[in-house]
């Protein structure tokens, strides 16, 4: 078995962000970037699922692969360290909208011919929700997004789904593509030898003009602004007083 | 202009966050409802009565992103807009349309500024960027908590679609949380627990002033991941974005992704024990003090006063 994990390098998840005042954008240089936390359950996945499959006739094979700039080899080196077996990194610098980074990984997908794709849900940075769904439609493989679990039973995965009603089991064939929530595992943390052996590990960095993929944008950003600020709020001193502004906080919803 | 807007249901019912889409979906132009599942005549009907739409349609099948992809993808050549809430269907389903057709979609909208312009938040909620869409079709998410619901008393004709819609994925369980509370992201007042609560029995606390003021429950990702709360009450980054027009946020210190399901919420209201805790600092409002003690007694407070909603 094959499994490709598609991952990205963003704006550590614990920095508070900057919004550049010339509204062009958030401030990137000089922050810590680190890998999106949703990628990290989907190598741990993988990880969990080479693991559970040890021992079988093939074992199984992780790919990771990621669009970035040339820094962008540092998450896929955390990845390695993680139990991946080699990595590839699409080299850009430019800022790619979701639908081209779904092409070029379907082209990575086509060659690697992976049985399963797994993919962090969303990155933290432009909150997309994209790739991975987009990724199913242009390989015409099914989908399951948001997994909480995951296993392999017989020739069909069973992903269960974190929903808006709760959470619901499916069953889907091979290849397929599946989506990491956070509650899907707890990542590691790569103990310092296996950190020494990443570097030992494959890591191909090809230019991304090789794939013949148009990345021309089609959305046009605007400007980027931050969020409207709150007014200041006051302490209150007893709970009868709690009880009286939301008496009348509910009084003024009933009046409109 | 044609807009066709996916419907969201659950359990036999519309989903809340339809009525807000489709009335969000109105400054595009005449749209279209289509509700698609098995059992549906009265989901359909509840659907026809929404102001704005021209026409229901019913197509019989399952929800999962591979059929329905494609079912929209078919239906999408007579229509300027495909629209849907920025729910788990929305966000499973919309950009497996969009590559489909080759379309970048703009997802998670929560201000349309015109016919191609759109705000949408990122990291978070931390900045809000704005985009111009010139693409010749439009696939589009809205959040359904920053719109108005549309008015009732249409009768909007129903056409039912021939085909039904194939998936490749079987649907072995759904796993339903139990709860007489309102729909979390729509709902008018939210009552939110974190970790402080210790239990998912103290939990109950939670749940118990939500009734009292019957107001939708939610909860932190960490009460979550500890186990006191079921997944689908999450607020945040990951969880349910809310706008409730007041929220009291119970225990809860406020990490950067759950404020980010939060801030459109029009009156913030904190009980706390940490007066330092960023969520005290935002609120509109903060009792200093130990929830244990205060929630029991702002129950009391709340029947002396007679206090309903």
Redo the contacts between chains.
């Keep these: 078995m094959k499994i490709l994990v598609a991952i990205k390098r963003v704006?550590d998840?614990n920095v508070?962000?900057r919004?550049r005042p010339d509204g062009t954008g958030?401030e990137t240089t000089g922050v810590r970037l680190s890998m999106n936390p949703?990628c990290k359950h989907a190598v741990e996945a993988a990880v969990q699922l080479a693991e559970a499959g040890q021992g079988a006739a093939s074992p199984t094979e992780i790919v990771i692969v990621s669009v970035g700039p040339k820094a962008a080899t540092d998450v896929i080196l955390t990845a390695l360290a993680m139990g991946a077996h080699r990595g590839i990194l699409i080299e850009t610098d430019a800022d790619l909208?979701?639908?081209a980074i779904?092409k070029l990984l379907a082209k990575v997908v086509d060659e690697e011919q992976a049985d399963l794709v797994l993919l962090g849900?969303?990155a933290?940075?432009?909150?997309?929700?994209?790739?991975?769904?987009?990724?199913?439609?242009?390989t015409n493989r099914?989908?399951?997004?948001?997994a909480?679990e995951i296993s392999i039973v017989g020739p069909a995965l069973?992903v269960?789904?974190?929903?808006?009603?709760?959470?619901?089991?499916?069953?889907?064939?091979l290849p397929a593509i599946v989506t990491a929530?956070?509650?899907l595992n707890t990542p590691r943390n790569a103990a310092l030898p296996m950190v020494m052996k990443a570097r030992a590990k494959p890591l191909a960095v090809r230019p991304v003009a090789e794939f013949g993929v148009d990345l021309s944008?089609?959305?046009?950003?605007?400007?980027?602004?931050?969020?409207a600020e709150?007014?200041a709020?006051?302490?209150?001193g007893?709970?009868?007083?709690?009880?009286?502004?939301?008496?009348d906080?509910?009084a003024q919803?009933?009046a409109l | 202009m044609r807009v066709l807007v996916l419907a969201d249901h659950d359990a036999g019912l519309l989903a809340p966050a339809t009525a807000r889409i489709v009335q969000g979906a109105t400054a595009l132009g005449a749209i279209d409802l289509l509700v698609v599942g098995d059992d549906i005549a009265a989901i359909a009907q509840s659907a026809a009565a929404l102001a704005g739409v021209a026409k229901v349609l019913t197509g019989k099948g399952s929800l999962a992103a591979d059929g329905l992809a494609a079912r929209l993808a078919a239906l999408a050549g007579d229509y300027d807009y495909v629209v849907a809430s920025a729910g788990s269907v929305g966000k499973d389903v919309m950009p497996r349309l969009a590559a489909l057709l080759d379309v970048m979609p703009v997802t998670d909208i929560v201000t349309i500024l015109g016919p191609t312009r759109f705000e949408r938040p990122i990291y978070a909620g931390n900045a809000v960027q704005t985009v111009t869409d010139n693409q010749p079709r439009h696939i589009l998410t809205l959040r359904a908590s920053a719109f108005r619901p549309a008015a009732t008393g249409n009768t909007a004709d129903i056409e039912a679609l021939d085909s039904d819609i194939a998936s490749l994925v079987t649907l072995l369980a759904n796993h339903r949380t139990l709860s007489d509370t309102p729909d979390l992201a729509t709902a008018q007042i939210v009552v939110g627990g974190g970790v402080a609560l210790g239990s998912a029995e103290n939990f109950q606390l939670i749940e118990k002033l939500a009734k009292r003021l019957g107001a939708a429950v939610g909860a932190t990702r960490a009460a979550v991941d500890a186990g006191y709360a079921p997944n689908d009450w999450q607020i945040g980054q990951t969880g349910k974005i809310i706008a409730p027009d007041l929220y009291i946020a119970i225990g809860i210190s406020g990490a950067l992704q759950h404020l980010a399901g939060i801030q459109g919420a029009k009156k913030i209201v904190a009980i706390n024990t940490d007066a330092e805790a960023p969520l005290v600092k935002l609120a509109d409002v903060a009792l200093i003090g130990d929830l244990f003690e205060t929630i029991p007694q702002l129950i009391a407070e709340l029947d002396k006063r007679g206090v309903t909603h």
């Excluded at chain 1, 709020?233 to 209150?236: A, D, I, N, S, V």
């Excluded at chain 1, 007893?238 to 008496?247: G, H, Q, Y």
């Design positions: 704006v998840h508070r962000i919004v958030v949703f909208e979701t639908l779904a849900k969303q933290v940075d432009d909150d997309s929700n994209h790739v991975g769904q987009m990724l199913a439609a242009l099914p989908q399951a997004t948001f909480s069973e269960t789904r974190e929903i808006d009603s709760g959470r619901q089991t499916l069953s889907l064939p929530d956070l509650r944008p089609r959305l046009v950003i605007e400007k980027i602004n931050p969020p709150r007014a709020g006051r302490t209150l007893s709970v009868a007083d709690l009880a009286a502004f939301i008496a906080d509910i919803m009933e």
